[in-house]
């Protein structure tokens, strides 16, 4: 089976085809993949009906994994594996989203000190009407910027908070637990990507504001990089197909979940997490 590199019209993801994850992932086939994954951003491998285990093995092979932070979604047997889903064991739908906080623009774990590098999705259930993830290029938000608003945010940091991430995503509150695990960190606004050397802008519903500026200043210098960020033309809107596996690079992308009606569509999807380096 060759495999096969197809990146989307108009948009900065890919498909990759001619590859069974479930079954081995060669040398060859993973150095396609990485080049891809850098040139990219989003990686999409349709019809990989994958179990948890092979998903795990298929994370690992890009890293350390990390769990999440949040334990009610940990798989059982796989802890390294977080199941979102909105239906009970005995099929009926909860009516909620398992996790608002993924329904607003953010990087994954952006709240540690070492954020993932990637993170891979699978999709053993997906809502019929609704429920797409959508990807803005931060690069190309960084490239897109005027020069005078580059050297405006080129030395600011972000604090990234999980607390007040949750409090702006009308999430239930960070737990004692969570809150002792999650100390908030910062990061520089305009990150380097430690393999491509390219500069994205790094922010997102986990930053809360800027460091050494006024709480409103910052919100709002951060509220206007992203509205820059996620302009329509800038961004991917994935629509999931059963099984589909996708796979991004949380150092240079953002990412939200759509809305959907949680009460009439199931939607479940897994997830695996690699641990990153601290942004600089
Ligand atoms: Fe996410």
New binding site residues.
Partial sequence: MQITVKPFENSFAAEIGGIDIQNSVNKQQFKIIHESFLKHKVLIFRNQPLDDEAHQNFGMLFGELDGHINKSTRHKALPSVQVFSNVKPNGETTGVHPEKG?QVW?T?KSYTATPSLT?ILRSPEIARVGGDTLFADMTRAYDTLSENMKTDIENLFAVHDWVRSREKSNERAATPDEIKAAPPVKHPIVRTHPETGKKSLYIGNHSSHILGMKLKEGETILADLEAHATKQDLIYRHKWQIDDVLMWDNRCTM?CVEPYDAAKEKRSVHRVVVKGDAPV
Avoid: K, P
Wanted: hydrophobic letters at 0%; aromatic letters at 0%; charged letters at 20%.
């Fill in positions: 993924t953010h994954d993170t990412h």
